[in-house]
Nanobody, 121 residues
Framework: VQLVESGGGLVQVGGSLRLSCAAS????????MGWFRQAPGKEREFVAAIRWSSGSFSYADSVKGRFTISRDNAKNTVYLQMNSLKPEDTAIYYC???????????????WGQGTQVTVSS
């Protein structure tokens, strides 16, 4: 499985960005796509996840109501629409695959290279 993120960049507080994660070589054991983020000096944290087959999803409390995860099965691409961005959203954002809908990073097998999101105040 190969994952390629895109869509990161610099945005002002309150702005929006949409991240994309294109997947190739996806298998049944990688039915879930998750987004994580890691800020400098902090541990990687769960942001959101979605199941390819059913569309079931999960969000971290810190992004509920602001971020929306979606998928396009035909394009093998998962999106993360990020609205009302805050400085604390600044991080490298990674997509990853798992077999279960989980927030635990250790349950995710394949990871992308990450894309930088910077929110300026």
């Amino acid at each position: 499985v190969q994952l390629v993120e895109s869509g990161g960049g610099l945005v002002q507080v309150g702005g929006s960005l949409r991240l994309s994660c294109a997947a190739s070589g996806r298998t049944f054991s990688s039915d879930v796509m998750g987004w994580f983020r890691q800020a400098p000096g902090k541990e990687r944290e769960f942001v959101a996840a979605i199941r390819w087959s059913s569309g079931s999803f999960s969000y971290a409390d810190s992004v509920k109501g602001r971020f929306t995860i979606s998928r396009d099965n035909a394009k093998n691409t998962v999106y993360l629409q990020m609205n009302s961005l805050k400085p604390e959203d600044t991080a490298i954002y990674y997509c990853a695959t798992a077999g279960v809908l989980t927030w635990r990073a250790n349950d995710y097998t394949y990871w992308g290279q990450g894309t930088q999101v910077t929110v300026s105040s």
